[in-house]
């Protein structure tokens, strides 16, 4: 049951990073509403490509010296802080998305597709700092008693699918409603995504304060 609830957490975390509309999401809804949904497919495998080989540079370079509790609580204070920042931008960005305006030619090469998402999400190394708040937020809930290797590769497998089930989804939703979809309904998905990015963060900041008083 534990590894259920592992599998649906990162999974769930993968579907949220993904969520606050960025340039990747842009470029996914000019394709689609322009009847290119295959090139706006490929955007998502480079956006996703970029954000897995992020896990791993997190999980395999970074993530073995967080294990002494003055860094741990030092990580959880700056996740804290990057988490609020996140918050703030997806509240500034729902402010001002308007998707009915994407009206510009859009491109029908899949290969341009996939290196223009791939370069969109490469440009964006925060989600390093995202993989390990994932990382750090599983250890605390106690759901895996070791991170091993293969629990790593789990972990960013299952994330990463949950990155591009949104992308996926928001490609097809689009596709089939093309510009019905108010500017008002994805300021209310930033928004929302905005609070839980606050909520997130005072769970850091609470963990963070416990160790540093019990060091």
Known sequence: MNTFWFLFIAYVMGFMSAIPIGATQI???????????GAAYMVAFGSVFSDVMYGFIAM????PFLEEKIVVAVFGLVATIILWLLAFFTFKDGAKANMNELK???????????VIGFSLAVTNPMMIIWWLIGEKFIRGLELIPN???????????????????????????????KKL???EMMKKVNYGLGIVLILLSFYFLISSIHKLIHL
């Open 104 to 114: 510009s030619p859009t491109l029908k090469n899949k290969k341009l597709s996939l």
């Open 27 to 37: 470029e996914i809804a000019k394709r689609t509403l322009n009847n290119h949904r």
């Open 181 to 183: 979809i108010s500017n």
């Open 147 to 177: 991170f091993t290797t293969n629990t790593i590769l789990l972990f960013l497998i299952t994330g990463g699918l949950g990155l591009f089930s949104y992308l996926f989804a928001l490609a097809n939703i689009l596709h089939w409603t």
């Open 60 to 63: 395999f370079g970074v993530a």
